[in-house]
Antibody, heavy 117, light 111 residues
């Protein structure tokens, strides 16, 4: 069974940093592209970042470019999102999602990031 | 403001059919057959219901169907059931610097 489990969310002050993790199991992690998608409280979905299976190709949404860094460790079956210079508008539930030819076929349960003083 | 435009809400009675629209531009919905639809129940992660405009993943009921005309995609749910009550989001590949765009979401109420 495919499982994606996010962790690392929490309360952080504006300007602070946080590192999210996503532990994958039930499939060959190294064969799949992965994404981070977020959802602000009561709002819609927003794609955040993409990473290819090898990690060689990466994309970011304009809203996070230069502040967030996506990475992966295929040996540890893990996906990461390093978030720096956090702003109030980054407050959201962050989901990791397995890429299925450009769509998101499997999602984790999400981890809440709250940016507030 | 979301890149793709969806109605905020739609409703229907059990057994009826409803359609949710998703309007974009020639740079996203109209330019590619890469429109997908997600269902999200409160407090849950989204679930892929339709991909590549009209394809259903394994396990998704054939009551769900998708189509596209020009810059507008549509999700139709036939034979409405109580468990269909949820938020629905469309998404599309885009040629802009953002890889993927979503609609603002549509709340489906089953009366």
């Amino acid at each position: 069974e495919v499982q994606l489990v996010e962790s690392g969310g929490g309360l952080v002050q504006p300007g602070g940093s946080l590192r999210l993790s996503c532990a994958a199991s039930g499939f060959t992690f190294s064969s799949y592209e992965m994404n981070w998608v977020r959802q602000a409280p009561g709002k819609g979905l927003e794609w955040v970042s993409y990473i290819s299976s090898s990690g060689s190709t990466i994309y970011y949404a304009d809203s996070v470019k230069g502040r967030f860094t996506i990475s992966r460790d295929n040996a540890k079956n893990s996906l990461y999102l390093q978030m720096n210079s956090l702003r109030a508008e980054d407050t959201a539930v962050y989901y990791c999602a397995r890429d299925e030819h450009g769509d998101y076929g499997y999602w984790g349960q999400g981890t809440l990031v709250t940016v507030s003083s | 403001q979301s890149a793709l435009t969806q109605p905020a809400s739609v409703s229907g009675s059990p057994g009826q059919s409803i359609t949710i629209s998703c309007t974009g531009t020639s740079s996203d919905v109209g330019g590619y057959n890469y429109v997908s639809w997600y269902q999200q129940h409160p407090g849950k992660a989204p679930k892929l219901m339709i991909y590549d405009v009209s394809n259903r993943p394994s396990g998704v009921s054939n009551r769900f169907s998708g189509s596209k005309s020009g810059n507008t995609a549509s999700l139709t749910i036939s034979g409405l059931q109580a468990e269909d009550e949820a938020d629905y989001y469309c998404s599309s590949y885009t040629s802009s610097s953002t890889l993927k765009v979503f609609g603002g979401g549509t709340k489906l109420t089953v009366l």
